[in-house]
């Protein structure tokens, strides 16, 4: 029976084959060929997955086995994909998955053995950094609005999402906070119209933070990853409580005020008309050329696709597909690969997802318990958030597809949040072998 990391080092294979075949797809297609810079391609990626490996090897050898091929497999797409669309971006990208995989390491080893419980004692300085980090794309000088929303700080030829940043440090501070205060949430308190109203003792620190991070959002106009933190505050709140009122009470502010930002806020509200009338171009000639051509490239895809390197961006100086590295990456996905390779790609998201909520019930504390579902459960409202967006299922947002759409700090971050739940996963596996 093979070890742990020996299926994680088979699992691995899987990717860098990825990376080798769609890499040799594009070039048969742009210039009918088969070149042997496909396989230096997919050697080179597998090896930076080695490399990766190996520390997990090292340092965390009762981790998870799925999760960092799971992740790998994801990254291999999107460096695929992104190369179809600009092999200049491709290259920024691969630069940005060497730092991610550098920051993945060096989160395993500083935080191994159960270190990263510490992150408990500065709950409050994570959320504070947090938050004030959301709020720099709105400084003069190095913030700037693109496309009605502050996302980005831009320093020189760099540009780096603080709100990447931001998720991790929330979901620390909840899984700390609550893991103090959980109990006190469900026993005490006042109960009104047969819903227990926890102690503002216990509970308004929490709402501070939570709501502050909200506000600072709102404020950069970043309405993806506001619905991406509220979904996951309301999944790691139910888990510590084991109260059904709280999200579903959750649910009701929620469409209150989502009601009021998408009738009285401008930049919302054309994603909302943009959402409601897709194809009534002529009435909102500014807000839905990305989603309805989103929409028409996904149809368009079928079954099985049209093929790598055949998706139309772009005719002539007209781009059909705005942002087709990030935003539309997934629009692209379904064009090429067809609804086939979007479900084996969703399935992916959904086997990663269901590795970290697993790790989360194997974890024996408190905070290492809710630290994996708030991580687990922020990176299924991000899938949620931009696939839903490219499908119309609700408004287009800027969220990025998690290890697949272009973004440097997107790609960094994940890997920081991969390496914690590879941290939990190690803990709670090591205790599960000591105690048996």
């Known amino acids: ?109 500083v935080f191994r053995g159960g270190r990263y419980l510490a992150l408990e004692n500065y709950r409050y300085l994570i959320a504070i950094g947090g938050i004030g980090s959301m709020l720099l794309p709105r400084l ?29 440090a929330i979901v620390i501070f909840l899984a700390s906070y609550l893991r103090d205060n959980r109990q006190v949430l469900v026993t005490a308190g006042r109960r009104i119209l047969g819903v227990t109203i926890p102690p503002m003792k216990q509970f308004g620190p929490l709402l501070l933070i939570w709501g502050t991070a909200m506000a600072m959002l709102l404020v950069t106009r970043e309405i993806g990853t506001t619905l991406m933190f509220y979904g996951a505050f309301l999944a790691v709140l139910y888990v510590a409580t084991g109260r059904a009122s709280f999200p579903l009470v959750g649910v009701v502010l929620f469409a209150v005020g989502a009601y009021y930002i998408g009738t009285h806020v401008g930049h919302i509200h054309d994603r909302v008309l943009a959402w409601e009338h897709p194809f009534n171009h002529a009435a909102y000639p500014t807000t839905n050329f990305q989603l309805a051509n989103g929409l028409f490239a996904q149809a368009d895809g079928g079954l099985l696709g049209v093929g790598f390197d055949q998706s139309i961006i772009k005719v002539g100086s007209t781009t059909l597909l705005p942002v087709a590295e990030s935003d539309s990456i997934y629009a692209v996905i379904v064009n090429e690969i067809g609804l086939v390779g979007a479900a084996g790609l969703l399935l992916a998201y959904v086997l990663f997802i269901g590795r970290g909520l697993k790790i989360a019930t194997l974890a024996r504390d408190s905070f290492s318990k809710l630290l994996a579902t708030g991580l687990a459960f922020t990176i299924a409202m991000q899938v949620f958030v931009i696939v839903g967006g490219v499908t119309a299922v609700i408004p287009l947002t800027g969220v990025t597809l998690p290890f697949v759409a272009y973004g440097g700090s997107s790609v960094v971050m994940n890997f920081v949040l991969l390496a914690l739940l590879l941290l939990v996963s190690d803990r709670a596996r090591q205790q599960g072998l000591q105690r048996a």
């Not at 048969?28 to 080179?44: E, F, H, K, M």
């Not at 497999?73 to 550098?102: E, N």
């Open 140 to 168: 003069p000088g190095i913030g700037r609005q693109v496309n009605g929303a502050y996302l980005a700080i831009h320093i020189g030829s760099i540009s780096f999402q603080p709100s990447e940043l931001g998720k991790i």
């Open 1 to 109: 029976m093979l070890s742990a990391r020996n299926r994680e080092l088979l699992a691995l294979l899987p990717a860098g084959l990825l990376v080798t075949g769609g890499f040799a797809a594009i070039f048969i297609q742009s210039d009918n060929r088969l070149s042997a810079v496909s396989l230096t391609y997919g050697g080179v990626f597998l090896a930076l997955c080695l490399a990766g490996h190996f520390v997990i090897r090292r340092a965390l050898p009762n981790a998870d086995p799925y999760l960092f091929p799971l992740a790998a497999a994801l990254a291999s797409v999107g460096i695929v994909m992104i190369y179809r669309i600009s092999p200049t971006l491709a290259r920024q990208q691969a630069l940005w998955l060497v730092v991610g995989l550098a920051l993945f390491a060096a989160t395993i080893v």
